[in-house]
T-cell receptor
Framework: KNEVEQSPQNLTAQEGEFITINCSYSVGISALHWLQQHPGGGIVSLFMLSSGKKKHGRLIATINIQEKHSSLHITASHPRDSAVYICAVGFADGSEKLVFGKGTKLTVNP | DTGVSQNPRHKITKRGQNVTFRCDPISEHNRLYWYRQTLGQGPEFLTYFQNEAQLEKSRLLSDRFSAERPKGSFSTLEIQRTEQGDSAMYLC???????????FGSGTRLTVV
């Protein structure tokens, strides 16, 4: 069964802290996305990974294909990073749909 | 291009009424997807079009739901005889490269009262 698990569900941090959000999945994938969703619903794509590591500003995303695991890191967190972060996976089953985790609600306090 | 556009942003309807949502994808994207997101959950796949052909439908898409993409451009999602359980955020996304490059719209939030 194609499943995506995220942890933690909720995360509260102080401004400046290093944040890690984890995502694990059940079977082989074509692509893994990290997405950001603010109140109001709009989803913004942060990263698409098939292997390795990507960095954009203070955000870093890594994926370990053998362990079926990905992490999203935020360095020097800021209150504006407060949002829901969602992992979504395109499984290598020929389908074009994404299977989403339940999301991690991040609150960064000043 | 202004990205993926969804209208309306919010819709409140009475139980039993029909509603229709519209999605305008990025113009060069031939793939269009509909997802539904309930409170506290990640989005769930509903259906997918490549050009005007509806290629995949979820079991979540009951017979009260219908989606069209008549000319391979914009798409509509209609819900007939709405129920309170249909209250959710309906998200549209488009892509040129399948799972390798999704762009999401801002969603339509449906409230059935």
């Amino acid at each position: 069964k194609n499943e995506v698990e995220q942890s933690p569900q909720n995360l509260t941090a102080q401004e400046g802290e290093f944040i890690t959000i984890n995502c694990s999945y059940s079977v082989g994938i074509s692509a893994l996305h990290w997405l950001q969703q603010h109140p109001g619903g709009g989803i913004v794509s942060l990263f698409m990974l098939s292997s390795g590591k990507k960095k954009h500003g203070r955000l870093i995303a890594t994926i370990n294909i053998q362990e079926k695991h990905s992490s999203l890191h935020i360095t020097a967190s800021h209150p504006r990073d407060s949002a829901v972060y969602i992992c979504a996976v395109g499984f290598a089953d020929g389908s074009e749909k994404l299977v989403f985790g339940k999301g991690t609600k991040l609150t960064v306090n000043p | 291009d202004t990205g993926v556009s969804q209208n309306p942003r919010h819709k409140i309807t009475k139980r039993g009424q029909n509603v229709t949502f519209r999605c305008d994808p990025i113009s060069e994207h031939n793939r269009l997807y509909w997802y539904r997101q309930t409170l506290g959950q990640g989005p769930e796949f509903l259906t997918y079009f490549q050009n005007e052909a509806q290629l995949e439908k979820s079991r979540l898409l009951s017979d009260r739901f219908s989606a069209e993409r008549p000319k391979g451009s914009f798409s509509t999602l209609e819900i007939q005889r709405t129920e309170q359980g249909d209250s959710a955020m309906y998200l549209c996304a488009s892509s040129l490269r399948g799972v390798y490059g999704y762009t999401f719209g801002s969603g339509t939030r449906l409230t059935v009262v």
